[in-house]
C-alpha cells in the first residue's frame, strides 16, 4: 500500500505542477489576482504531496520493503539504519525524487517569504518553477518509477555497494542537489524577468540570496566530494578532473560569476544582460551535469546506472529549459539597454573581470569533458584530457584572479585609480612574502607550492586589509575602528571571509605540493618513518562489522621516539557484494595530516602506506570557511526580501 | 550588418550553440541505442589486425623490463596490453584486476600514458606492479595509433598478435569475469 500511495502522491505533485506552470502565467497575462495568487497554495500543496512520497519511500527503505523494486536493488535489511535511509538517495530513482523535494522547498518559500516581490513577478517566477517541476515529475513517473513492485519479492535486498555507506557520500548529494535547485530559482528569476522584459536594480537584489546560497551549497557539496576522495579512495589525492567532479565544478563557477555580477546589477544597473545569461547558463550547466551523469555518453567511474532512454528525457528538458530560456533571452535582451556606465578601471570593472576569468575557467573546464566526447562522436578521433590538460589550461587564469580578488573590493564604484588600491595592499604583499620565505624555510625548494603559500597569504592579508580599510584603521582610533568593523554591513564582513576562505584552501592546496609518502612492507615490529614520526606495525587481526569482515593492522606512532598515537588501516571486505575496500587511517591536528593505508598482506609481513601532508586539512577548512562568508553574507538585513521591498518603495517614491 | 542587427545575432548565440550541442548530443544518444556510439567498449578499427607498430622509451627506475614491439609480433601466447597514467582515478579502481591476471600469469604489458616517469614509478611502488614489460608514451604518439579513447585502456591480443577485444574504461571484476577470462580461455588454444 505504501508504495501505491507514493505513487499516487508523486502523480497528484505533477497535476498540482500543471496547475502551477500556468494558472498563475495566465493571471500575471490577464492582470487576475486571484489566478496569480493562486500560485501559493499551489507551491505548498506540491510541496506537500512531494514530501509525502518521499516520505512512503524513506518508509519503504527502512522497513526493508523487498516488494518496491528500488528497494530491493538497493538495500539490504543488515544495513545500519542510517545508510538504509541515506540509501534512498544513493540511486538514480530515489536521488530524482530527493531533487524534486529541495526544488519543491524552495519553490514554496519563494511563495511564503516572497511576500513583498511584486505580486505579478512572483506569479510569473513560481509558474516558471512550476515548469521545471513538471518537467522533472513527467521524468520520475515516466521514466524512474521508485515505487515500482516486484512480485514475488526476494528474501533480501542486493544493494550494498560498500563504497556508498560512508556519512560523506550520504551527505554530498543532499547539498550538491540545494545547490543545483538553487541554480534553478536564479533560473525562474531571470526567466520571468525576460518575460516582463525588465531587468533592474531590484532584480539584482532578489537574485542575489538565492545565488549566495545556492552558491555556497555548492561549495560544500564539491568540498565534500572531494573529501571522500580524499580519505576513501585511499592514494591521497582531492581532486581527479574526473568528469563528473567537472559537471559540479561548472555550476560552481558560472555560480561565482553570477553572484558578482549581480552585485553590480543592484548596485550600478549595468551588466543587466549579462546576469540574465548567467543565471541561465548555471541552470543549464546544472542539468548539463544531471544530463551527462545520467545518460551514459560520459565514460566515468562515478556516473549513475546509465540508460539511453532517461537520457534522451532529461535532453528533452535540457534542450526545452535552456534553449527555451536562450530563445527567450535572444528575443528579450536586445531591448535592455544598460543604463550604468563605468570606468574600465573600478569596482564594476574588477567584477567584470572576475566573470570573464570565472567564465574562462568555466571553457576550460567544459571543453576539457565535452571535447574528447564530440570529438569522438562528429570526427572519429579519440583524444584524451587528463589533469595536465587541467592543470595547464587553468593556472593562467587562476593567477590574475587571485590578483584581482584582491585589489577588486578596494576600489570604489564608476571610477577607480589603480594604483593607491594597490598600495593599500602593501601589507597584504609583505604577508605574501613572509608566506612564501616561511614556506621555503621549512619546505625547501619547490616553485609552484611556494607561489601558492604566497597567493595564499596575500589573500588573506587582502581580506583583512579590506575590513580594515572599511573600518577606517589607521584614520581613526583602534576602538573606534573596532566598533565600526562591527557595524559593517555583514554582507561585507561575508564576502571577505570567503575571499580569505579562497586563501586557505589555496594553503591546503600547496601544502600538497609538499606532501611525502613511504610504502614498506612490515613485519609486526618493524617500522616505516617520515621526518619525525614513525609508525611501528604493531600487528595485523581480524575484525569484523554488521555486514562486512576486515584485516586491521594496528599501527603505534611515535613522535620523536614518544608514543603520540595509534593508527588502525584496515581493508574491508564485503561479502554479498564480493568488495574490498580500502579504509585510510587519518590522524589530524589541523596543520597537518597523518595518513596510512594497509595494502596486500604477505608471508606474515603487510604493506603499510604512510603520508605526511602538511596542511591538508586546510584545503576543505577554506571551502567551509568560503561557504560560511557565503551564510553571513545571507544573513545581511540589506539582502532579505523585506529589507529590500521597502527600499524599492522608497525607490518608487522618487518622481523620475 | 547594422549594429542593432550584430547585437541580435550576438544575443542569440547561447541559444545557437545549446541548439547545436543538443543535436550532437542526441546523435549521441542515438548512437548508443545502435550501438554506433560506445563511449566505453569504443568498436576499433584495429580488431582483427595486429597491433601497430611503436618503438617507445622505458619508465626509467622502474625496473620493468622494456616494453617492445617485438614482443607482440607475435607474443606466442595470449596477452592484456594496458593503457594507464597514474593521474587517472579509473586506473586505480581496475588495478586489483590487472594484479590477479598477472598473479595467473598472464603476460600484462603496460604503456603508461601522458605521464612523468616518477609519477608512474609511485603508481607502481603505491599499488604493486602487475606489468611484465612496460613502456612510456609521454607524448602520447604510439596512443594516437592504437586509437587509444583515454585511459585507462585494455587490449587482448591472440597468439598471434592480432587484436581481438578493447575496452575503454576500468577494467571490473565483472568485465574481468564475463569478458577477459573467456577470451583468453578461447584464445589459449
Known amino acids: 500500500m505504501i508504495a501505491e500511495a507514493g505513487h499516487f502522491a508523486l502523480a497528484l505533485a505533477l497535476a498540482l505542477s500543471l496547475a502551477l506552470s500556468t494558472l498563475p502565467l495566465l493571471g500575471a497575462a490577464r492582470g487576475d489576482a486571484a489566478l496569480m495568487e493562486a500560485a501559493r497554495p499551489l507551491s505548498h500543496g506540491v510541496l506537500l504531496t512531494i514530501a509525502a512520497a518521499f516520505g512512503f519511500l524513506a518508509w519503504a527503505y527502512v522497513v526493508n520493503d523487498t516488494t518496491v523494486m528500488n528497494v530491493v536493488q538497493n538495500s539490504h535489511s543488515l544495513k545500519p539504519l542510517l545508510y538504509k535511509i541515506t540509501g534512498v538517495w544513493g540511486n538514480h530513482e530515489g536521488s530524482m525524487v530527493l531533487w524534486v523535494l529541495i526544488l519543491a522547498i524552495c519553490a514554496a518559500s519563494v511563495a511564503a517569504f516572497g511576500g513583498n516581490l511584486p505580486s505579478v513577478f512572483r506569479a510569473r517566477v513560481l509558474a516558471v518553477l512550476g515548469w521545471v517541476l513538471v518537467g522533472f515529475l513527467a521524468f520520475i513517473l515516466l521514466t524512474s518509477n521508485p515505487f515500482e513492485r516486484v512480485w514475488p519479492p526476494p528474501p533480501d535486498g542486493q544493494g550494498l555497494n560498500p563504497l556508498l555507506q560512508d556519512i560523506a557520500l550520504a551527505i554530498h548529494p543532499p547539498l550538491l542537489y540545494v545547490g543545483y535547485v538553487g541554480t534553478a530559482i536564479t533560473y525562474a528569476f531571470a526567466v520571468a524577468a525576460l518575460i516582463e522584459g525588465r531587468v533592474d536594480s531590484a532584480w539584482g537584489r532578489w537574485v542575489r540570496p538565492w545565488a549566495v546560497a545556492s552558491w555556497a551549497f555548492l561549495t560544500l557539496g564539491i568540498a565534500i566530494g572531494s573529501w571522500w576522495a580524499y580519505y576513501e579512495l585511499g592514494w591521497g589525492g582531492f581532486w581527479f578532473w574526473d568528469p563528473v567532479e567537472n559537471a559540479s565544478l561548472l555550476p560552481w563557477l558560472a555560480g561565482t560569476a553570477l553572484l558578482h555580477s549581480a552585485i553590480v546589477v543592484e548596485k550600478r544597473e549595468a551588466l543587466k544582460i549579462w546576469s540574465v545569461l548567467l543565471a541561465l547558463l548555471a541552470f543549464g550547466l546544472s542539468l548539463l551535469g544531471t544530463f551527462l551523469v545520467r545518460s551514459g555518453v560520459l565514460n566515468s567511474v562515478h556516473a549513475f546506472a546509465n540508460d539511453p532512454e532517461r537520457g534522451v528525457f532529461i535532453l528533452g528538458l535540457l534542450l526545452a529549459y535552456v534553449g527555451g530560456g536562450f530563445l527567450l533571452f535572444a528575443l528579450r535582451a536586445p531591448a535592455m539597454a544598460p543604463t550604468g556606465l563605468f570606468a574600465p578601471v573600478s569596482r564594476e570593472g574588477a567584477l567584470v573581470l572576475n566573470n570573464l576569468l570565472m567564465c574562462s575557467l568555466a571553457v576550460v573546464v567544459f571543453l576539457g569533458t565535452l571535447w574528447p566526447m564530440f570529438a569522438d562522436f562528429l570526427f572519429g578521433v579519440s583524444i584524451s584530457v587528463g589533469p595536465p590538460f587541467f592543470n595547464m589550461a587553468s593556472f593562467p587564469l587562476v593567477v590574475p584572479l587571485f590578483l584581482a580578488m584582491a585589489v577588486g573590493p578596494l576600489m570604489p564604484w564608476k571610477r577607480a585609480a589603480l594604483w593607491p588600491a594597490v598600495q593599500r595592499l602593501w601589507a597584504a604583499a609583505v604577508l605574501g612574502l613572509l608566506g612564501f620565505l616561511a614556506a621555503l624555510a621549512i619546505g625547501g625548494w619547490n616553485p609552484l607550492p611556494l607561489l601558492g603559500f604566497a597567493a595564499a597569504a596575500y589573500l588573506i592579508g587582502a581580506a583583512i586589509t579590506d575590513i580594515a580599510d572599511r573600518a577606517g584603521v589607521g584614520r581613526t582610533t583602534l576602538a573606534n575602528a573596532w566598533n565600526r568593523a562591527r557595524g559593517l554591513p555583514r554582507a561585507a564582513w561575508g564576502a571577505a571571509i570567503a575571499h580569505a576562505g579562497v586563501g586557505v584552501c589555496l594553503a591546503g592546496i600547496s601544502g600538497m605540493g609538499f606532501a611525502t609518502e613511504r610504502i614498506a612492507a612490515l613485519s609486526p615490529g618493524q617500522s616505516v618513518a617520515i621526518g619525525a614520526y614513525e609508525w611501528r606495525l604493531e600487528g595485523v587481526r581480524d575484525a569484523a562489522g554488521p555486514n562486512w569482515t576486515s584485516r586491521r593492522a594496528t599501527l603505534t606512532v611515535l613522535h620523536n621516539g614518544q608514543p603520540y598515537a595509534v593508527m588502525e588501516p584496515e581493508r574491508r571486505f564485503f561479502p554479498i557484494g564480493r568488495q574490498t575496500t580500502t579504509e585510510a587511517s587519518i590522524r589530524t591536528n589541523i596543520l597537518r595530516d597523518l595518513y596510512a593505508v594497509m595494502g596486500e598482506e604477505e608471508g606474515g609481513r603487510a604493506v603499510i602506506r604512510v603520508h605526511y601532508k602538511p596542511l591538508a586539512p586546510l584545503i576543505w577548512i577554506g571551502a567551509i570557511i568560503m561557504a560560511a562568508g557565503g551564510f553571513l553574507s545571507l544573513s545581511d538585513r540589506r539582502l532579505r526580501v523585506a529589507g529590500g521591498a521597502r527600499r524599492r518603495e522608497a525607490q518608487a517614491g522618487v518622481p523620475a | ?189
Not at chain 2, 44 to 61: H, K
Open chain 2, 1 to 189: 550588418m547594422t549594429p542593432a542587427l550584430r547585437r541580435r545575432l550576438l544575443l542569440l548565440a547561447p541559444f545557437g550553440i545549446v541548439a547545436a550541442g543538443g543535436a550532437a548530443f542526441y546523435g549521441m544518444l542515438q548512437g548508443l541505442q545502435t550501438g554506433e556510439f560506445n563511449p566505453r567498449g569504443v568498436p576499433s578499427v584495429l580488431i582483427g589486425r595486429p597491433a601497430p607498430a611503436f618503438d617507445l622509451p622505458e619508465v626509467p627506475g622502474a625496473e620493468v623490463p622494456l616494453f617492445r614491439h617485438a614482443d607482440i609480433a607475435p607474443p606466442g601466447r595470449p596477452v592484456i596490453v594496458n593503457f594507464w597514467a597514474s593521474w587517472c582515478v579509473p586506473c586505480v579502481v581496475e588495478h586489483p584486476q590487472l594484479m590477479a591476471l598477472s598473479r595467473e600469469g598472464v603476460p600484462v604489458f603496460g604503456i603508461a600514458y601522458k605521464d612523468r616517469p616518477e609519477d608512474s614509478r609511485g603508481f607502481l611502488r603505491r599499488h604493486g606492479n602487475p606489468f611484465a614489460r612496460l613502456a612510456r608514451d609521454e607524448p602520447g604518439r604510439a596512443a594516437i595509433d592504437w586509437g587509444v579513447y583515454g585511459v585507462p585502456e585494455t587490449y587482448l591480443l591472440d597468439a598471434q598478435g592480432i587484436i581481438r577485444w578493447r575496452f575503454a574504461g576500468a577494467v571490473t571484476p565483472e568485465i574481468l569475469a564475463r569478458e577477459i577470462r573467456p577470451l583468453l580461455r578461447r584464445y589459449a588454444s
